[in-house]
């Protein structure tokens, strides 16, 4: 008797072992853990605070509703992005297209020597329904053409392009009319390759409440911190190398705290934004977020409203953001 308790309880002792093990493996390969730098003397931000609100403002409110029904709203939006842009040396165009019969176009802008490889930059303009959209996603338009006027004054070794797109919302999302689909397709049609994308979707909303923090799966609460004071990098399993890459960029700037996530494109919220498309047609990509409806509750609401974004901490995911390009660009 004694003896098959011995050997239950070893047994227990093994299972419970090759359980948590396997915990520990779905960790890493979720998580991507890092060490966060220890910087005495942080980096003097070069991103206002002040400019991206006005960004924000400029879209959730004067260009408001912009959603796929008003498109006068969407061509101001549109000609309000090229004026920024037209500020720095960028190559600045448009790539108009039809959908339902209507015009729409993405505003475009390339930096840097004219490489064979690229980065790719994006972030959508339009809104979901006629909501002012201040965080989904004229926070990630915001930070795009604050990274114009960075990129401007930067010597690149790499060609960097800027893109806002339209029509990433319903009734479009996941179809070929998206402004994301027709720059990726035409990206893949060009031969042009492509070393790493990175989506804006949805950076200005932050809180340090217990609890602000919500997860599509209850198990991921074991590995995050419960406080929505973070933003992510997101990225399926085929992502992991550049994933990787971009966050450990992003945290050596030591400015905001910076998590990832590697997932399958099954768990919501994984594909829910532009880089979608650049999966489809095999390019590398990831999306970099505060989370969206997981955080913030205002999401596809008449809530989401400007005055509801914390512009400083923004401005230091677009510094994050800025040290990532430069490191990805570097890499031969």
């Known amino acids: 008797m004694n003896r098959n308790r011995r050997r239950w309880r070893k047994g227990l002792v093994i299972a419970n072992l090759i359980l948590w093990g396997l915990v520990a493996v779905v960790f890493l390969l979720i998580t991507q853990p890092m060490p966060a730098p220890m910087l005495d003397d942080p980096p003097e931000m070069k991103v206002s605070a002040e400019r991206l609100q006005t960004h924000v403002k400029m879209l959730a409110e004067t260009f408001s509703p912009r959603d796929y029904t008003h498109t006068e709203n969407l061509d101001r939006t549109a000609e309000y992005i090229k004026q920024e842009l037209a500020q720095t040396p960028g190559a600045i165009s448009e790539q108009p297209y039809k959908a339902n019969g209507k015009s729409y176009c993405n505003v475009l802008a390339l930096f840097g020597p004219a490489t064979a490889e690229r980065i790719v930059i994006g972030a959508h303009y339009d809104v979901c329904q006629p909501y002012p959209g201040a965080d989904d996603n004229a926070s990630g338009v915001a930070g795009l053409i604050e990274l114009a006027h960075l990129l401007g004054n930067t010597?690149?070794?790499?060609?960097?392009?800027?893109?806002?797109?339209?029509?990433?919302?319903?009734?479009?999302?996941?179809?070929?009319?998206?402004?994301?689909?027709?720059?990726?397709?035409?990206?893949?049609?060009?031969?042009?390759?492509?070393?790493?994308?990175?989506?804006?979707?949805?950076?200005?909303?932050?809180?340090?409440?217990?609890?602000?923090?919500?997860?599509?799966?209850?198990?991921?609460?074991?590995?995050?911190?419960?406080?929505?004071?973070?933003?992510a990098v997101v990225g399926n399993f085929g992502q992991m190398g550049l994933v990787r890459k971009v966050k450990r960029a992003m945290r050596s700037t030591a400015l905001l705290p910076v998590h990832s996530i590697n997932a399958p494109?099954?768990?919501?919220?994984?594909?829910?934004?532009?880089?979608?498309?650049?999966?489809?047609?095999?390019?590398?990509?990831?999306?970099?977020?505060?989370?969206?409806?997981?955080?913030?509750?205002?999401?596809?609401?008449?809530?989401?409203?400007?005055?509801?974004?914390?512009?400083?901490?923004?401005?230091?995911v677009v510094e994050s953001i800025y040290a990532a390009i430069l490191a990805l660009a570097r890499i031969p």
């Open 155 to 231: 010597e690149l070794p790499l060609q960097v392009e800027l893109v806002a797109y339209t029509l990433e919302e319903p009734p479009f999302f996941r179809s070929e009319a998206m402004g994301s689909a027709v720059h990726a397709n035409a990206l893949k049609k060009q031969n042009i390759q492509v070393r790493a994308m990175f989506s804006l979707e949805m950076i200005g909303y932050f809180s340090d409440e217990p609890d602000s923090q919500q997860f599509p799966n209850p198990i991921l609460k074991l590995f995050y911190p419960s406080r929505g004071n973070f933003i």
């Open 265 to 316: 494109g099954w768990l919501p919220g994984i594909d829910f934004s532009d880089h979608l498309n650049y999966w489809r047609v095999g390019y590398p990509a990831v999306m970099i977020t505060d989370t969206s409806f997981y955080r913030n509750q205002n999401y596809h609401t008449a809530q989401d409203t400007a005055e509801k974004l914390d512009y400083n901490r923004m401005a230091k």
